[in-house]
């Protein structure tokens, strides 16, 4: 007869009791994962799409920057909620979420089931006595987490590592939209640029047709015709490089609004200053970033995170502790006694001798370390960028004041003046050619300082993180 086919005589441990369920209950209920809800995240720094997840489009739905005009605002919008690398970024909050989620979670309790001394062969007899065979079931359920807090001190560890994680994504959006800002700006110019190249090789065409004229009448030898040529030459050169930028920054401006391809985007918008604003103070600009900055505000979290990490790992240190409680079947009735059942406690606890979690202690002390430093860097690094973000704008105002339009409007009347003087022969070609080259000069430098001083001014804000100037 096996054991397993014997039946036990009742005993007061056989029958249920409501104390030991109750027990069983609590231990087991007690495993289940706690609920954490999501860290918030403030609502300049959420993109609109990004909480949810990523659904399939269809292939023909049209992207936001194709229906109307994008203007900057909007193309801001399109950026926060479809560029990948935001969205991307977006993720590092869920992990980080999901570690406190991991954190929080109870140790699994543990089952050792075992059957002992059972015969080898044969069956246990008078001359050949063992036994008796016997078999036991232990539930442990580690309370090391509990006495010495290694579960709290994972919780904050894990909540500050959200914190952290929170605000290095809001740097990232910062940097993300201010490099929207800069290819939207990108565009404009570029589309100026390519505007005056066209109105340059228009002009030069005219001065081919009147050259032509006169050579055909014989005021002029053919080497005036020849010279307005190479001119020419040198505008469509100027045309081709002028279409290549533009369609380099409308790539660059698809990038960051999440368009693959090469999707039309209607770009809505010019360089024009209305009243150019005052730069502020180097100081003033330092304060303000030392308060909006995410990047420094993710720093000083990374040294609360560190802090936390050092305690989470000196609580590791501590020894491992697991009680256990058992019930034990003795199979006796071949020995000439009635089986036994009977119940055991265990403690098993690990002795912190030589690993009491130097290394790891060690490590987060340092990385403690690392994270002051790292602000420290930061801050000076910061102060340089905030210096030259101001000088840069000031640079570029002083240069858009200073732009008087009349010089455009002049350059202009020069140019058409000394041409209407040359198709009646009062003036040399090298003047009409001179001219021409002054009024395309001062058209790009035009645009060039209405462009730096938008590109520089946006430079500044994002330098603060805030919208200081506008």
Not at 241 to 246: D, F, K, P, Q
Request: charged share 20%; aromatic share 6%.
């Amino acid at each position: 007869m096996h054991p397993s086919d014997i039946r036990p005589a009742p005993s007061p441990w056989t029958a249920p009791r409501p104390g030991w369920a109750c027990a069983l209950a609590l231990a087991l209920g007690g495993c289940a994962a706690p609920e954490y809800p999501p860290v918030p995240l403030a609502d300049d720094i959420r993109p609109p799409q990004a909480a949810p997840a990523p659904q399939a489009r269809p292939a023909t739905a049209p992207s936001p920057a194709q229906d109307t005009p994008l203007t900057l605002d909007r193309a801001v919008q399109t950026a926060l909620a479809a560029d990948p690398q935001i969205r991307a970024g977006f993720e590092n909050v869920r992990q980080a979420e999901a570690d406190l989620v991991t954190a929080g979670l109870l140790p699994n309790p543990e089952v050792t089931a075992d059957l002992l001394m059972m015969p080898w062969g044969q069956p246990f007899r008078p001359t050949k006595q063992g036994g008796p065979a016997q078999t036991d079931v232990f539930v442990g359920f580690p309370i090391d987490w509990f006495l010495f807090g290694k579960r709290a001190a994972a919780i904050v560890a894990a909540q500050k590592g959200v914190d952290v994680a929170t605000a290095q994504f809001a740097d990232l959006v910062r940097q993300r939209i201010a490099g929207t800002i800069t290819a939207f700006y990108d565009v404009l110019e570029a589309r100026e640029q390519l505007a005056l190249a066209r109105e340059d090789l228009a002009n030069l065409s005219q001065v081919q047709g009147i050259v032509a004229n006169r050579v055909a009448l014989g005021g002029v030898g053919t080497i005036e015709l020849d010279r307005v040529r190479l001119s020419i030459y040198g505008a469509q050169r100027e045309v081709r490089s002028r279409e290549t930028a533009l369609a380099g920054a409308l790539s660059r401006l698809r990038a960051f609004l999440g368009m693959a391809g090469e999707a039309p985007v209607e770009v809505l918008g010019d360089l024009d200053v209305a009243v150019p604003a005052a730069p502020p103070t180097p100081e003033a600009a330092f304060a303000l970033a030392g308060d909006n900055r995410p990047d420094l505000v993710a720093l000083r979290r990374q040294i609360a995170f560190a802090t936390a990490g050092v305690d989470l790992e000196e609580t590791r240190a501590y020894p491992e502790v697991r009680p256990s409680f058992g019930y034990t079947r003795q199979f006796q009735h071949e020995m000439g006694f009635p089986d036994a059942d009977s119940w055991n406690i265990a403690l098993q606890m690990s002795v912190p001798v030589f690993d009491r979690n130097q290394g790891n202690i060690a490590k987060a002390r340092s990385a403690k370390t690392q994270a002051e430093l790292s602000l420290g860097a930061q801050l000076v690094t910061l102060r340089a960028e905030i210096e030259q973000a101001v000088k840069a704008y000031a640079a570029a105002r002083d240069a858009l004041l200073l732009d008087d339009p009349g010089q455009l409007e002049a350059a202009k009347n020069v140019r058409d003046k000394i041409r209407a003087a040359y198709e009646l022969g009062g003036k040399p070609l090298i003047e009409v050619l001179d001219a021409q080259r002054a009024y395309r000069e001062t058209y790009k430098l035009h645009i060039a300082s209405r462009s730096g001083y938008w590109h520089s001014l946006h430079g500044l804000n994002a330098a603060v993180g805030k919208q200081v100037l506008q």
